[in-house]
């Protein structure tokens, strides 16, 4: 049986060009990354995204589930460098938000949910979410048709 809350994740699943702009670490702020990511359920309760961006940039693997006692969704992080992060993450009337504070920085996600677009940037702080750099803008464009 599917989780009703996790469900309303549905319309991330499918295929999507993946665009990175705007990277402060780059040689140019004007450089465009390109890749592709793949959202689809696991079981009934989970959602998957993986994800690449460019040959020489990042792999990462996203689960999304929840934690039905406190009503909040979960995220794990894993990318191509051996890093492992949980997110917690609000999702709705078009608003999607991954966060974690983690000694070591707090980290961002903050994106504007439509049908076939996803407009989103990275961000980082390193004085507890006083302050904010964007380490990059992250567009998702649906690849197909959605079923």
């Known amino acids: 049986m ?9 319309g991330l699943v499918g295929e999507w060009a993946l665009t990175m702009t705007g990277a402060w ?7 465009e990354v390109h890749g592709t990511a793949t959202i689809e359920w696991l079981a009934d309760a989970f959602i998957v995204l993986r994800s690449a961006l460019g040959e020489d940039y990042s792999t990462w693997d996203m689960v999304f589930g929840r934690s039905d006692p406190d ?3 979960a995220v794990l992080y894993h990318d191509v460098r051996g890093v492992c992060r949980v997110f917690r993450m609000t999702f709705g009337d ?6 974690r504070e983690d000694p070591d920085f707090h980290q961002r996600f903050v994106a504007t949910v439509e ?5 989103g940037r990275w961000e980082a702080s390193e004085d507890a979410g006083q302050t904010w750099r964007k380490d990059f803008d992250l567009t ?6 959605r079923v």
């Open 94 to 99: 078009g608003d999607w938000t991954m966060l």
């Open 25 to 31: 670490f780059l040689e140019s702020p004007d450089v």
């Open 71 to 73: 009503e909040q969704f």
């Open 115 to 119: 049908r076939d677009r996803i407009a």
């Open 2 to 10: 599917r989780n009703e809350a996790v469900a309303e994740l549905e």
């Open 140 to 145: 998702f464009e649906r690849r197909g048709s």
